[in-house]
Every structure is written in C-alpha cells, then in structure tokens.
C-alpha cells in the first residue's frame, strides 16, 4: 500500500456535521482558509539572499477530499509506526547518557526522551483521527502499509536525523495538499495537524543541532516529492 487515492462513495452535508462533531475537540483549530494558495506577487530577497517571497501551491495530484486525508493518513501511520518501533529499540539511557544528546545537559536531558513519546502518541492520534474524519465522509481508510525503517530505528544518532527528515516532509505534505480541500470544513482540523508537525520538526532539529526554522517560508511539497522520501519505508 502507498499513499494511493481512495474514493468515496457520497460526500454529505451529514457526514460534515458529523465531521465537525467528532473532530473539533480532537484537533482543535484556526480557520485559516486557503492561506497558503495566495499567488507569488513577486521575487524578493533578503540581505542574506535567501528567498523571501511565499511560495505556490504545488500541481493538484488529488482526486477529492478522501484522496487527500488518505494520503496525510498514509504519512502519520509511518510516523507513528517509526516512533513506536524507535523508541521500543532505542531507550533513554541510549540518547541521553551515552548517545547524540549527551552533551545538552539540562533541561534537554531531563525531557527530551519524555517529548518524543509526546510526538509519538500525537502521531498515533493523527492517525487514529484521520480514519473517523475518513469514515465520516463514507470514506474507506486505506489499510496500514508494512514498513521497514532499517537502522534508524536502532542507531540513536540516525534515529534522530530521519526523524527530522519524516517532520519536515511531513510539514511540507499538508503545506502542499492543503490548498486542494474542496470541503472548507475539513482545513482547519488539517491546518491544526500541520502546524503540530512543525512544532514536532523544530524541535527535532534542535535535538539534531540544526536550525530549528531554518527558511522564512517553508516549500510545499509535491505528492511525489512526498512519495520519495516515504516510498524508501513502505515495504507494501
């Protein structure tokens, strides 16, 4: 299974009441609308010369709604699953006392291991959330696809450095299909689940030593860019 369309059978007003109802609390949320398919004015540069200018939406790829929910549905079950069999595998001792987060002192070490189980259960409740929204619509969820994370989920120091990778493409999958939802009802649940992954991202790249926003404006991307970093993981 890949991050394949799946189509509805009938999309009605009731299913959206019933959206609203069972994921308003869940996800929590601001209308934020069609924020990032504002059109580029123009090509702007700051001092530095990095790119200052909003990016465009990338090329529609989506059939509907459904489409787009299986596909963000898709990505948090490989986040979940990553996070669940790392830190099965990798324990605290191992990042913390002896391993790449040694050298932070506190309070890094005496919460960073306890941030990522965080980032794990928000991943699994992505997920869990994304299959009633589906359901909801009359809908099917796709099956969850077998993965295969190799060493990352073994080695502390290329366990943090894929986990930043997932987050950023993460951020940059829902930047990029967002602009697709037809039904506005379904954008700011989506919206409140993208701005989580950049928390998630920012706070890896600090873990990683990385700048933890590293552009003024973050690029959407494609589904097959998506495809490409996912595809490596799914084995079916």
Do not use: C, K, W
């Not at 990553?82 to 040694?102: K, Q, R, T």
């Amino acid at each position: 299974m890949t991050l394949d369309d799946t189509t509805p059978d009938s999309d009605t007003d009731n299913s959206r009441r019933r959206f609203l109802a069972g994921t308003a609390g869940a996800l929590g949320g601001v209308a934020l609308g069609g924020a990032f398919a504002t059109p580029v004015l123009g090509q702007e540069t700051d001092d530095d010369g990095e790119d200052d200018t909003p990016p465009e939406a990338p090329d529609n790829d989506f059939e509907d709604d459904v489409a787009i929910l299986n596909y963000a549905l898709t990505f948090e079950y490989l986040e979940a699953s990553f996070y669940d069999e790392a830190l099965d595998n990798i324990s605290e001792d191992d990042l913390v006392e002896d391993g790449p987060l040694a050298e932070f002192g506190e309070p890094v070490t005496d919460s960073a291991y306890g941030y990522l189980e965080t980032i794990r259960d928000h991943e699994q409740t992505h997920a869990e959330t994304l299959v009633s929204v589906i359901e909801s619509l009359d809908g099917d969820p796709i099956d969850e696809p077998e993965f295969d994370f190799g060493s990352a989920v073994e080695e502390p120091e290329e366990f943090i450095a894929t986990a930043v990778e997932l987050e950023d493409t993460g951020v940059g999958a829902y930047a990029g299909a967002a602009p697709f939802i037809e039904d506005d009802s379904l954008v700011p649940p989506a919206l409140s689940i993208h701005s989580v992954e950049a928390r998630h991202a920012s706070f890896l790249r600090v873990l990683d030593q990385q700048i933890p926003f590293p552009e003024t404006f973050d690029d959407p991307l494609s589904r097959d860019e998506v495809l490409d970093a996912a595809s490596p993981f799914i084995v079916e």
